[in-house]
C-alpha cells in the first residue's frame, strides 16, 4: 500500500539558513507524483513544488527544492534562504497511480518548521 | 478569482445532527475532492469526484455522502453527526484529473464540532 513518512515533527531553523524536511515514501506503482503544500497558522493550504517519478530532474521552485532520489524513495523539501514567514506546517503528498489517472493524494503527517531570528 | 470556495468555515453540531459542507469552484475543474483533517494524522480523503454525475469513495468515507450534479458544486453531507467526525474538512479541486504536476486547489477549510 501507498504510504507517505514524515519523520520529522518539528524543526527549527535561523533566519537566511537553509533547511531539509524529511520525507519518504513507499509505492509498488512505477508512476506517481510528489507534492508538497505549506499550512500556515492560518489554515490554509498552499502548493509549493511537484516532481513526477519520471523526471529527470530534481524540481525547483523559487527558493525551493525537492531533493528526489528515487532508489532510496525520498522526496525532500530544500527551503533555502529561510524567511519568518516559512514558519508554518509542511506536508508531503503522493498522487496514486499514473498521470491521467485521478488526484487522489496521499499525505504524509506533516513537518512544523519555525524559524528564529 | 475565488476559486475554491467553502462554507460554513465553523459549525458545531449535536451527535444525530445532519449537516451538508458546500463547496463551490469557479476554475471549471473537472477534480473535486473532500479531505478531513485530524491532529498528528495528515490530511485523508474522504470522497472525490473526476467529473459531473461521477463520485468515488476515498480512504475514510464511512458517514459522509456526496453527489456531484454540476461541475461547480461539490457539497460533502453528514448524514447523522458523531463526535468522530469533528475535524477541519478542505475541499479540494484541479483542472485535470492526474495532469502532470496539477496541484490540488484547497479551500480555507471548514472547522466543524460534533458535541
Known amino acids: 500500500a501507498q504510504k507517505i513518512t514524515q519523520t520529522q515533527p518539528g524543526m527549527f531553523v535561523q533566519e537566511k539558513e537553509a533547511v531539509t524536511l524529511d520525507c519518504t515514501y513507499d509505492?509498488?506503482?512505477?508512476?506517481?507524483?510528489l507534492f508538497w503544500y505549506k499550512q500556515p497558522s492560518s489554515g490554509e493550504m498552499i502548493f509549493l513544488i511537484y516532481?513526477?517519478?519520471?523526471?529527470?530532474q530534481n524540481a525547483t521552485e523559487g527558493r525551493y527544492s525537492l531533493n528526489f532520489q528515487k532508489a532510496r524513495k525520498s522526496a525532500n523539501l530544500v527551503i533555502s534562504a529561510s524567511q519568518l514567514g516559512d514558519s508554518a506546517m509542511y506536508f508531503c503528498?503522493?498522487?496514486?497511480?499514473?498521470?491521467?489517472?485521478?488526484?487522489?493524494?496521499?499525505f504524509g503527517t506533516g513537518t512544523r518548521l519555525q524559524v528564529f531570528p | 478569482n475565488a476559486g475554491v470556495t467553502q462554507t460554513p468555515k465553523f459549525q458545531v453540531l449535536k451527535t444525530g445532527q445532519s449537516m451538508t459542507l458546500q463547496c463551490a469552484q469557479d476554475m471549471n475543474h473537472e477534480y473535486m475532492s473532500w479531505y478531513r483533517q485530524d491532529p498528528g494524522m495528515g490530511l485523508r480523503l474522504i470522497h472525490y469526484s473526476v467529473g459531473a454525475g461521477i463520485t468515488d469513495q476515498g480512504e475514510v468515507p464511512n458517514g459522509y455522502n456526496v453527489s456531484r450534479s454540476t461541475t461547480e458544486d461539490f457539497p460533502l453531507r453528514l448524514l447523522s453527526a458523531a463526535p468522530s467526525q469533528t475535524s477541519v474538512y478542505f475541499c479540494?479541486?484541479?483542472?485535470?484529473?492526474?495532469?502532470?504536476?496539477?496541484?490540488?486547489?484547497f479551500g480555507e477549510g471548514s472547522r466543524l464540532t460534533v458535541l
Open positions: 479540494a479541486s484541479s483542472y485535470e484529473s492526474g495532469r502532470a504536476g496539477g496541484e490540488l486547489f
Open positions: 503528498a503522493m498522487r496514486e497511480g499514473p498521470e491521467g489517472g485521478t488526484d487522489k493524494l496521499i
Open positions: 509505492t509498488s506503482d512505477p508512476s506517481y507524483g
Open positions: 516532481q513526477g517519478s519520471y523526471d529527470q
